[in-house]
Each structure stands twice: as C-alpha cells, then as structure tokens.
C-alpha cells in the first residue's frame, strides 16, 4: 500500500514510458504500490505506445484495482519524447514533483521517497538515483555494462552528475517540452534544467536495478542511439554531458580494479564504433526518435 498524504513532499506524479514490457511492467508496478511508501495521493501514469504484447492489460487490471493508476494507451508508436511530453503535460497541471522511470526497472525500498526528500530544497530541479545492472556479472556484455555503469557513477560523484532517467524526480515547474525528433532525451531534459538555473542532484544511495543488453549487438545499437543523442544537444546547444568528457572519462578508469580494464578496452572498441556510426547516421539525418527495440532487456530475468 502506498504512506500516508505527506503534504511536506508535495504532490507526485510517476510517469512511465512502455513499449512490450509485459515481462516486466507487473513487478514494476507492484514494487511502486508496496514499496516506495509515496504519499496516498500519488498517482501513477504509464503511456503505453504501440504495444503488440499484452503490456496495457497488465496495466489496466491494476487500474481496475487501484484507481491511481492510470494508462493511456496509444494504437502506434510516435517515439518516446511523445510519450514524455504526455507525461509532462499531466504532471505540470497536477503534481508538484515527477518521478521517472524505465518500465524495465526496478527502485530498491523507499528509493524514490529518498530522491523527493532532496527537492525540498528549492534550488534543485532534478535527483536521480544510480543505477545498478540487474544483470549478473557473466558474459562480455553484462560485464561491460557493468563497468560503464560504474564510471557513470563515479563520474557522477565525484566530477559532475550526469542526469540518468532510469529513476530521476523532476520538479514540475522545470518541466519543457522535448522536441519529438529528439533521439536521447536525457541530455536534452537536464540542458532544459540547467538553463533555468536549477543544480541537479545525484543522490547514491537511492538506487534503481535495471536491465541491460546481454548481447553485444544490442549493446551496440544501444550505445549508437545514445551516441546520436549526444549529437544532437551538442548541435543545439554546444551541451556535453559530464559522462562524454574524455577527461572525466580517462580520471574514473583510473580509479578502476585491474580485473575491470580488459572490459574497459572491450567497451571502448564498442563505443568508438558505436560513435563512428552514429556520426554517419546523423550526418545523413537518421535519427532513431522511435527507438528499435533492444530485445535483450524486454525477457523475464
């Protein structure tokens, strides 16, 4: 069941975007009912977009069963940006503060209450949680998503955060329209952020398990949409994440264990051609806005 209204946290709206999740859509929603302890009035909105599974039935037998759940359910896919944009729409009418996450994750405890409790501060736009592979530590793919995830971290810590949607509260007031042809919509979320003024907050001890590629075909599709994401806001806005500064890059492989550096190198030669593509794709405007499916990370673990 969820807490008690809190009116010290404001009003929350968690938002989520679903593409054939029907694997993991349930445990999601069952993890966010029981065990996040969100004020009694939260609400929770999942856009379902083009699904060809059974993903919106799951979604709305838990709305036949608990009206705060709500879904909106679309015949074709438009992209995730439209998705969001419904997301923020709602939320800047009727909550305070939005919670996003990845339909394939899962929040440890109270990891999203941990996240809220930072934005009392009125000069924080944005908190995000760090993520952790759920993933088990076996094959090449796994162990390098594992790694990636860690100099996320680290650079995160240590340099400068580099907002991450997997789990990530927005304050309502901050929220901007994303462009619909927008590949990668983190970097443009956290440019939106920062350009009105507000720090974004990274906050460790909140984290948030989540599904990454197992094959290195679709780490690498993975790596290429991201790649060209990052283009585009540079391209925009001249913005670079703090995690595609070479410097900061270089400094948290420093920081790694031996064991960690033959997957470094594995990785590097995935990203260097995965960014070599992505470049070719942008130049010739090819821009992934309705994302290929990563079909790895759609399977019950």
């Known amino acids: 069941m969820m807490g008690p209204s809190n009116e010290a946290y404001g009003k929350v709206l968690v938002g989520i975007c679903a593409y054939n999740e029907e694997h993991n859509i349930k445990r999601l929603l069952q993890n966010l009912l029981i065990k996040q302890d ?3 009035d939260s609400r929770i909105l999942v856009v379902c977009s083009g699904c060809t599974d059974k993903t919106p039935q799951v979604v709305d037998g838990f709305h036949r069963k608990d009206a705060r759940i709500e879904l909106v359910s679309e015949a074709h896919r438009k992209g995730k940006a439209n998705a969001l944009n419904k997301i923020f729409e709602k939320a800047r009418r009727a909550a305070d503060f939005l919670v996003l996450i990845n339909a394939d994750a899962l929040p440890q405890d109270r990891s999203i209450v941990k996240l809220v409790s930072r934005l009392k501060n009125e000069r924080v736009g944005a908190v995000f949680a760090r993520p952790v592979p759920l993933n088990a530590r076996q094959g ?3 162990m390098i998503a594992h790694v990636v995830w860690e100099l996320h971290h680290k650079i995160s810590f240590y340099r400068a955060p580099k907002l991450s949607a997997e789990l990530c509260v927005l304050r309502a007031s901050c929220l901007k329209a994303v462009p ?3 590949a990668t919509d983190e970097p443009y979320i956290e440019l939106a952020i920062r350009e009105q003024g507000y720090a974004i907050n990274y906050v460790p001890e909140a984290v948030v398990f989540i599904r990454c590629p197992t094959s290195v075909v679709d780490l690498f599709k993975q790596r290429k ?7 585009q806001v ?3 806005a001249g913005f670079v994440v703090s995690t595609s500064d070479f410097r900061n890059t270089l400094w948290a492989i420093s920081t790694l264990k031996l064991s960690d550096l033959p997957y470094v190198l594995l990785g590097a030669i ?3 051609g ?3 593509v992505a470049r070719l794709n942008f130049s010739k405007d090819k821009i992934p806005y309705v994302w290929e499916p990563i079909k790895s990370t759609k399977t019950s673990i």
């Open 38 to 40: 969100l004020p009694s």
């Open 140 to 142: 090449i793919s796994k």
């Open 180 to 182: 619909e042809n927008i």
């Open 225 to 231: 949409r991201i790649w060209i994401g990052h283009r």
């Open 234 to 236: 540079k391209e925009m």
């Open 270 to 272: 995935i990203e260097g």
């Open 274 to 276: 995965a960014y070599i």
